[in-house]
């Protein structure tokens, strides 16, 4: 019996430890780029290198991930037309410093010569979990144009860090409660 007792502590242990370690990374940050043009069905950016926008647009955890000016890729083109989740990405850094927001969907509203286009997706980085972001950019004519774009986080509920807790919790008191049975 107090192997099973010391099997619930030890369970109940593993289950709440992981319940502290939710970070999901929150804020925003802009991007600017040297050309992007609008076909009709897919952005292409040639050049594909994209920068971290002025210091006073990154905000939040971004501020300790991201630096002014900062370079990076986007992956050309991007076909809105008809996307396929995951086939695009905006990549900053390296190695233990990869920030990656690999897009999911992207969604365009043209009116006229201007095109708004919204994505959404998933941005990683070290010491954070995955979490769902939103990227706003527009384009202003078509043709190649400079642009700018602003990716924002958009952290959800998690509700694994507190389902895990509520189950830590309970083992724990299940086996105390066994405990002052048995004694």
Known sequence: MKKFLSSLVVLAALAVAPALHATPITGQFSVT???VTDNGSSLDFTPNT???GAASTIMGDFTTLLTAGEAGIITSPINYASYVPGSASLVFGSGSTLLTFTLDSVVSDHTGN???FTGTGTITAAGFDPTLANLFFSTQ???AVTFSATAVSNPSA??????LMLLGTGLIGAAGALKRRLS
């Open 33 to 35: 780029g040297t050309a």
């Open 114 to 116: 201007f095109g708004n």
């Open 50 to 52: 994209i920068n971290v």
């Open 141 to 143: 004519a078509t043709g």
């Open 158 to 163: 998690v509700p694994e860090p507190s389902t």
